[in-house]
């Protein structure tokens, strides 16, 4: 009984992160794949270098497939992956490929590990456009960009095409 | 009582090593805006990093963290630069300008999360900074070095 008593006070008194009150938040809207949960902050789940959604206009609700998003790193490194259909992309790193690879549903396989900082440019029907500033560490692009942009946020990644 | 007195006197003739310049009480908030800001904009202040609120040195800057909601899209404001001067001012304690926080930390002299940002002292932006913390960002070096460095760290256009 002690230390089922002693188990519990625990658990109320370490209580939940903002991690992971936001991963709940994720995990709870169902299913799974590479188009799932197009906006959230991937790498609360996930073991990506670095994930994120492009969408058309910045109020859309549907992300916008067939963006290029490139990445350059501090040693020059650059790859690019293509958005799939809900907008989604992602990096894995993989020593099992020889170089970058831009894959199928969104992911860019390399081989190497991401050099931080890291610039950003992303390309879709004759537009493009590049990301302002560095990422420095956070692989989550909607850790900062969220669909409010706001004091802490530069609101969705989008890209107006003519 | 000896070995305090003896302390006492040693620690009272040693004083800051020689070479050491203490920081002014009172940094140029124009000359941070003109030279300094555009680095540490890009160097430091994203969102990710000295751009949050719960960070020592918080930096506010056009492309991270803004003062309120509203701000997003705007230039900076002088009352952000004006809280960014008083972060760099309250962040540190050192005597000597060249053991500030500012300084040691992206100079690869402290630990720091975003590890060395500058390679070494002779680096234009290390330079700059170190410059402006002096109170000499008049100095034909200190502007020479603020110069270059401001190629460097031009953001590109919204």
Same mark, same amino acid.
């Given at each position: ?147 409010? +942009? ?13 | ?73 705007? +230039? ?79 953001? +590109?256009? +919204?």
């Amino acid at each position: 009984v002690r230390a089922a008593l002693a188990a519990a006070l625990l658990t109320a008194c370490i209580g939940q992160t903002p991690d992971d009150r936001a991963r709940d938040e994720v995990v709870s809207s169902g299913h799974h794949g590479p188009t799932h949960n197009p906006g959230s902050q991937c790498l609360l789940c996930h073991d990506f270098a670095l994930a994120g959604t492009i969408y058309r206009r910045a109020a859309d609700e549907s992300g916008l497939a067939g963006a290029t998003v490139t990445i350059t790193d501090s040693t020059g490194h650059s790859f690019s992956a293509v958005s799939n259909s809900t907008g989604n992309f992602y990096v894995n790193v993989d020593s099992g490929v020889s170089g970058a690879i831009t894959g199928r549903e969104g992911e860019a396989r390399v081989p190497w590990a991401i050099a931080w900082p890291v610039h950003v440019e992303v390309a879709a029907g004759g537009a493009t456009k590049k990301m302002r500033n560095e990422i420095h560490q956070w692989g989550s692009c909607a850790r900062c960009h969220t669909p409010d +942009p706001g004091a802490t946020s530069n609101g969705r990644i989008y890209l107006e095409m003519p | 009582v000896r070995r305090l007195a003896a302390f006492a006197f040693l620690a009272a003739c040693t004083g800051p090593s020689p070479g050491s310049t203490p920081i002014p009480r009172t940094l140029d908030v124009a000359a941070y805006a003109r030279d300094v800001h555009p680095i540490l904009e890009a160097r430091c202040a994203t969102l990710d990093c000295h751009g949050s609120f719960e960070r020592p040195l918080r930096l506010y800057a056009e492309t991270g963290l803004r003062r309120s909601d509203e701000l997003r899209g705007d +230039p900076i404001t002088q009352a952000e630069l004006d809280d960014n001067v008083a972060a760099a001012t309250a962040v540190d304690a050192a005597d000597a300008i060249d053991d500030s926080l500012i300084l040691a930390k992206p100079g690869g002299r402290m630990k720091h999360t975003g590890l060395a940002v500058w390679a070494s002292t002779a680096d234009p932006e290390y330079a700059c900074v170190r410059g402006w913390l002096a109170g000499s960002s008049g100095d034909p070096d200190v502007a020479a070095a603020c110069a270059t460095a401001a190629t460097r760290v031009q953001l +590109p256009p +919204p």
